[in-house]
């Protein structure tokens, strides 16, 4: 069974930092690409970064760039979002996903974990 988990979420202030990480189980992780996606109340759910479990191959928003870093352990089987500088308007349900192409268009995404919330307040 295909699955999914992430962890990590929660409340932090403004400029503040969170590492999400997203465990996955019964996959073959080197074949697919690893996406963090978002959504906030309201909005439609949007991508964050993207990284190839082959070759580390990265993306970004704009929004996130120079302030967000996705990696990847593959031994774990886990892919982790570092968020620093985080701003107010960051705060969303984080979910993450696996896909057979590298990029944020959520509809090459093929499976998906129930997502964690992060919350940026002072």
């Given at each position: 069974?295909?699955?999914?988990?992430?962890?990590?979420?929660?409340?932090?202030?403004?400029?503040?930092?969170?590492?999400?990480?997203?465990?996955?189980?019964?996959?073959?992780?080197?074949?697919?690409?690893?996406g963090?996606?978002?959504?906030?109340?309201?909005?439609?759910?949007?991508?964050?970064?993207?990284i190839?479990?082959?070759?580390?191959?990265?993306?970004?928003?704009?929004?996130?760039?120079?302030?967000?870093?996705?990696?990847?352990?593959?031994?774990?089987?886990?892919?982790?979002?570092?968020?620093?500088?985080?701003?107010?308007?960051?705060?969303?349900?984080?979910?993450?996903?696996?896909?057979?192409?590298?990029?944020?268009?959520?509809?090459?995404?093929?499976?998906?974990?129930?997502?964690?919330?992060?919350?940026?307040?002072?």
């Amino acid at each position: 069974q295909l699955q999914l988990v992430e962890s990590g979420g929660g409340l932090v202030q403004p400029g503040g930092s969170l590492r999400l990480a997203c465990a996955s189980a019964g996959f073959t992780l080197d074949r697919y690409a690893m996406g963090w996606f978002r959504q906030a109340p309201g909005k439609e759910r949007e991508g964050v970064s993207s990284i190839s479990l082959s070759d580390g191959s990265t993306y970004y928003a704009d929004s996130v760039k120079g302030r967000f870093t996705i990696s990847r352990d593959n031994t774990k089987k886990t892919v982790y979002l570092q968020m620093n500088s985080l701003k107010p308007e960051d705060t969303a349900v984080y979910y993450c996903a696996a896909g057979s192409s590298l990029g944020l268009d959520q509809y090459e995404y093929d499976y998906w974990g129930q997502g964690t919330q992060v919350t940026v307040s002072s």
